[in-house]
């Protein structure tokens, strides 16, 4: 093969934001579109200096671009560090031979874990489309992989990003499933559970397809986006951390496999599992509880789904040498009052402060879910985790531990509110039987939730609750009068509550 | 709830062209990202005048846009008819309620008409983007698609498109499954069973995963970009068309479903049926013969394989009290010499043409599914078919007809040949024992087919030849210096050829 000179080309700023999608602009008559026969859509390399990246190819023409320039949205500009005249180079994308796999997988094979670690490696690379990963979450996804698929998943998944290790026997760590709006007990159990003498550094995840995750809910109130040093700082000086995780690349391809989950609004057992055992085995966890809400409308419905669940969960963890414990709690309606990463962290500031309008439920779940914990660390005796957990909340020890946290990761605020609410009243008077957990969170989210911290909903009834026509049901917050707007016109269409009449 | 006035944005051409998806421009802090709460990739409904599509946005700061400018992609502006200046109203993109049935899907579960219905008609409105799309798929391929679900999908492909009838008790098919490069039998088909009087109004497709389909040939030939009343006149005509379908609005959703399989190189049996049933329902035929080459790197490689299709597709096609008859020809190497849009249409040329070069697997394929279609349609006996198919090409009956098609198209013209060839040369003496299809296609692929109709691939030795080393096995055709080096690196590295020492 001749040698081959790629056609050299100089950086223009254009400003075009496409979120983490990389796009290169480039004009239709550039000498390397001709030369290379790239059109519009085309997936291509691109170079500057020592850094590159795949991205997608828009064409623009005059007076835009001409015929030797470049430009490159926001997030490929960032990552390749381009300024202004810097020699962009653009060649064909290398073969993606992984996505072999992929199709192999689409049509039902079972594939191996060199296949699987391909895949996982080149989508933690950014060199698969949102269209390639979501073939392949959806070709995992209802139940298409088997044990040792999900096996080889975490472990190419862990093989991709840093992995810590704690000079400790035990870590603790908790985790929840998900699907049960303002479920948000994982600060008060790190604050109860690191009291106790446990070593706890949590790592927590933005929202999937939720209105909030911990990671959103705690940079409400602290800074969460620490690096691997300054994690280890914190948990030295308090036994605890409340980070987000995607800040540490542990296992950095589920944050873009989360990206497409996201926007599909759909997650697997196999992703859950995956997802949620390769990011604490590389954040160097011993012992993981893990809240499973099961509920008609929760994201584990049923019984038999649990115990699906857990027992892939359990033989995928032994794998790992990590210690597992699933907890069943009530999945049937929302837990405490807020849902939106504001509104939850008002929730959970109540609890840890012990003020008399906390919400029951939420300090209960905490509380019951610490005592687990402690005892499954070796903490507590059988029996008596629950009472200690609780002497620590009662006592300030918890509040005093959060502040602390809080304090070595930056500092303590606490949250403003929305600016645009608006009640959902019940349409007839009677008892509350129903509640639609997957609505609510629908609702909180076209309000603006997570984007917009201070959005989602604020609760006013519970399961059981009489209520009088016209009583408000739940507060829809927004921070934009359109997101108001459009949540309160789904809400009206999508009734998540069923009151019967008395 | 209130009326609701949204800000009107003026828009601004910057001429971006990113190929079909539509994008929205919007400067970061105007007015209705504010209001509405959008960011970068939010998917949005845009309208000028009466004619709205969905988006997805990226953001712009100045001096490209103002804040109350808004500019869209070129696919976008051209659907909207856009205009320096006009009125852009942007508002919340719909709830997209269909993507619940893809999550079922997805999960396993079967799902019904009116869930089919659902999804189609978002698709084939450009509702979904490529991603979602590409769930979709990924979800319905590898078998998991049942039966009904199958008719429920076909019927919602026809539904949302034109539908042909013809005054005919008769009306003549033909399809092939594909996978085999160079198998371009159906010009010469259509040519020979229009010359036997019967009705034939060919609609094609473009190349899915292929480096040609019989439109992209077709199109090197003649003018294939019919309306309905064109197609009309060519077949009141001549008996027959070769038309492309996608200009037709003939099941519009599949062109769109179409696309994403040929980003990802998939398809599936249930895709493949409703895909091929609802185009030739809706084009009003009566007797479709199907051509499934079987080989062990074509897209049928097994009789097992092509068992389940063929029971699947003759359920499928009753139910729209279509005839189906599917022929298993001999799918183990490439059909004729010429693989790609061009160099296939050569091959078509020399055996309607009746030249001493031409192609004899290609001429003696045409003759065989040409004599089964006559006889399965009624115009010649059983056992009969195959001589009379004969006689009307060797008498030139055919290349006359074909003439007669592509003058009524709008005149035939005979295609060019590539600026760039490099011959892949055997790289020992000996036997041909093996040749991969596949190859063959990724390296016509990745030489510009069909993209460039020019480019491909020429076989220049087949199953059981005697070579020498040096010779050459198959010569690249590029439009592109950087695409022939590409693909020739690819060729290097993934023999297609198998060569046995002798």
Chains 1, 2 share one sequence.
């Not at 390769?278 to 012992?287: C, D, E, Q």
């Not at 002497?391 to 304090?407: N, Y």
């Not at 507060?475 to 009449?501: K, M, W």
Request: glycine share 10%; proline share 5%.
């Amino acid at each position: 093969m001749l040698p081959y000179f790629p056609a050299m080309l100089a950086f223009k700023p254009l400003g075009i934001d496409t979120w983490q999608e990389h796009v290169i602009y480039l004009h239709p008559d550039c000498p390397v579109c001709g030369a290379e026969g790239f059109s519009a859509q085309a997936r291509v390399q691109v170079r500057i200096g020592a850094r590159t990246l795949i991205a997608t190819l828009n064409l623009v023409g005059s007076p835009l671009l001409h015929t030797h320039q470049a430009s490159l949205s926001a997030s490929a500009a960032g990552e390749l560090g381009a300024r202004e005249g810097d020699a962009v180079e653009v060649t064909h994308a290398p073969a993606l031979e992984s996505m072999r796999a992929v199709r192999a997988k689409i049509h039902g094979l079972v594939i191996d874990d060199a296949q699987l670690a391909g895949i996982v490696t080149d989508i933690a690379g950014e060199r698969y489309t949102e269209m390639q990963i979501a073939a392949f979450l959806a070709a995992c996804a209802g139940g298409r992989m088997n044990e040792q698929e999900v096996i080889g998943l975490t472990r190419a998944m862990i093989g991709t990003g840093e992995q810590l290790r704690w000079d400790r026997e035990v870590v603790a760590d908790k985790h929840c499933v998900g699907g049960l709006p303002g479920n948000r007990t994982t600060p008060i159990i790190v604050a109860i559970v690191a009291a106790a003498g446990l070593t706890i550094p949590k790592t927590s995840s933005r929202a999937i397809t939720s209105p909030a995750g911990t990671a959103d809910t705690m940079e409400t109130l602290t800074r969460v986006t620490l690096d691997v040093h300054e994690l280890r700082r914190v948990v030295e000086r308090t036994g605890a951390a409340l980070a987000w995780g995607g800040a540490l690349n542990l296992s950095p391809s589920d944050d873009v496999m989360i990206r497409v989950e996201r926007a599909l609004d759909i997650d697997s057992d196999a992703q859950l599992i995956a997802s949620i055992l390769s990011k604490k085995a590389a954040a160097g966890a011993t012992h993981v509880l893990i809240d499973v809400p099961v509920g008609p409308t929760a994201k584990v419905r049923s019984e038999a789904d649990l115990l699906r669940l857990e027992s892939l969960m359990q033989r995928v963890a032994a794998a790992f040498g990590l210690h597992v414990m699933m907890v069943h709690t009530d999945g049937a309606q929302p837990v405490g009052r807020g849902i939106g990463p504001a509104l939850e962290a008002h929730d959970v500031l109540a609890v840890l402060r012990r003020e008399a309008h906390a919400p029951a439920d939420l300090r209960h779940r905490a509380l019951l879910l610490s005592g687990l914990l402690l005892e499954f660390c070796g903490a507590a005796k059988t029996g008596e985790g629950q009472t200690k957990a609780e002497q620590i909340l009662d006592t300030g020890v918890a509040w005093a531990r959060f502040q602390s946290v809080c304090e070595a990761q930056g500092g303590l605020t606490v949250p403003g509110e929305a600016l645009f609410r608006r009640d959902v009243l019940a349409p007839n008077g009677g008892t509350v039987t129903t509640v639609d957990n997957r609505r609510l969170a629908r609702t909180a989210k076209l309000a603006g939730a997570p984007r917009h911290p201070v959005a989602g909903i604020a609760m006013r009834a519970r399961l059981g609750d009489s209520v009088s026509e016209g009583d408000p049901l739940f507060t829809i917050h927004a921070q934009a009068s359109g997101e108001l707007d459009y949540a309160f016109a789904y809400a009206l269409a999508n009734p998540a509550f069923g009151v019967r009449c008395n």
